[in-house]
């Protein structure tokens, strides 16, 4: 037999299965089967329900959350809507407090003596300080503020007050420059950039003597990368005997008087200076002239004068370049930073031509 099942193989698998034995599920274990998976059919709804309501409930939360952040965005957005509807209508209701009619001003040495000081080292005619000419050049800002319009920087960015903090440059001018282009921005909308770097210290020493030349190609850079700036403004404060204190008040707060200041690219000595060149000159004169003469009829203490000096100052960078000293070292800071409001309501006058 055994030699048979080798070969012939399907003889041995049917010895084999006559020997299983047959095993039939009875009716309680086929109940039991069926009632088993009816409750893991149950508890995968149930889990899948409970899943599914998780879910709707985060969902809902999440649909809550961004509600609420919308609706607090949209709360902000009114109450800083509001705060600049108020600022303007603030700003609206200022009003000249003198009169300085332009036919006063035809006449040269009074404009002359009124308006501007005239260094030692430099000289200037009627040709060249003509109130006509000085106010009909277009000062008005082209460039929306969808680009940068403005930059801001410090040539002596060191330059300290009374009470500055040593070590915390949020106490100089570069603070002071800060401030008045948090003003710019948030109150008028301009797009400004500030540049802090420093142009005199060299190797940890305060040295000013080569101050300009190191800011030049920092300044031609950034306006190089952003051609859409108009106004250049190098923020200094000015350094005067330790008796004087330039302080005026403004709307009752305690403010610094300011300055411009412009190159002539001219001494006394050795006349027009062709190693400095600015085709500028008359457009910078007249950016400080319609500063100075709004100035005079809104703030009327507000500001010095107008200071020519010859050379340059790199005011030979855009038509609105402009060098502003406000204050000086006698001054607290809190003064000179009272005085960026006053001056950027003014700023922003000129260039939206009102």
């Known amino acids: 037999m055994a030699s048979l099942q080798e070969q012939v193989p399907f003889l041995t698998f049917l010895s084999s299965t006559e020997e299983e034995e047959i095993i039939l599920e009875d009716e309680s274990t086929s109940q039991a089967i069926i009632e088993e998976n009816e409750r893991m059919i149950r508890q995968r709804l149930t889990e899948e329900n409970q899943r599914k309501a998780a ?7 999440k649909e809550a959350e961004e509600a609420k952040a919308a609706q607090a965005e949209a709360e902000q957005k009114k109450k800083e ?11 609206d209701q200022i009003q000249p407090v003198a009169e300085i009619p332009l036919e006063s001003l035809k006449d040269y040495n009074y404009l002359l003596n009124e308006f501007f000081v005239v260094d030692p080292n430099t000289s200037t005619d009627s040709s060249q300080i003509n109130v006509d000419d000085l106010i009909s050049r277009d000062m008005t800002i082209k460039t929306d503020s969808s680009q940068p319009q ?7 960015s060191q330059e300290a007050y009374a009470d500055s903090t040593e070590g915390d440059v949020n106490t100089t001018v570069i603070g002071v420059g800060e401030h008045l282009a948090q003003i710019l921005r948030d109150e008028y909308g301009y797009q400004v950039l500030h540049n802090t770097d420093t142009f005199d210290m060299v190797d940890g020493v305060w040295d000013r003597s080569k101050a300009y030349n190191y800011a030049e190609p920092v300044i031609e850079q950034i306006l190089a990368d952003h051609p859409s700036i108009e106004v250049v403004i190098d923020l200094h404060r000015d ?7 330039l302080v005026t008040e403004i709307n009752g707060v ?9 190159g002539l690219s001219k001494t006394t000595m050795n006349g027009n200076l062709d190693s400095l ?9 007249a950016f400080s002239f319609q500063l100075e003469y709004l100035a005079k009829q809104y703030y009327p203490q507000f500001t010095r004068c107008i200071y020519l000096k010859g050379y340059r100052y790199n005011l030979h960078v855009r038509p609105k370049s402009l060098l ?3 204050g000086a070292q006698t001054n607290t ?20 031509g009102n």
């Open 55 to 61: 879910e709707e409930e985060n969902q809902k939360e």
């Open 81 to 91: 809507e509001e705060a600049a509807a108020a600022a303007q209508a603030a700003r």
């Open 150 to 156: 403005i930059l801001i920087y410090h040539t002596h």
């Open 239 to 245: 350094g005067v005997d330790e008796s004087k204190h």
């Open 254 to 262: 305690p403010t610094a008087r300011v300055m411009f200041f412009n």
């Open 277 to 285: 060149p600015n085709p500028y000159i008359q457009d910078n004169l």
């Open 324 to 326: 502003l000293e406000v």
């Open 333 to 352: 800071v809190e003064e000179a930073m009272n005085a960026m409001a006053p001056f950027a309501f003014i700023l922003n006058k000129v260039l939206q």
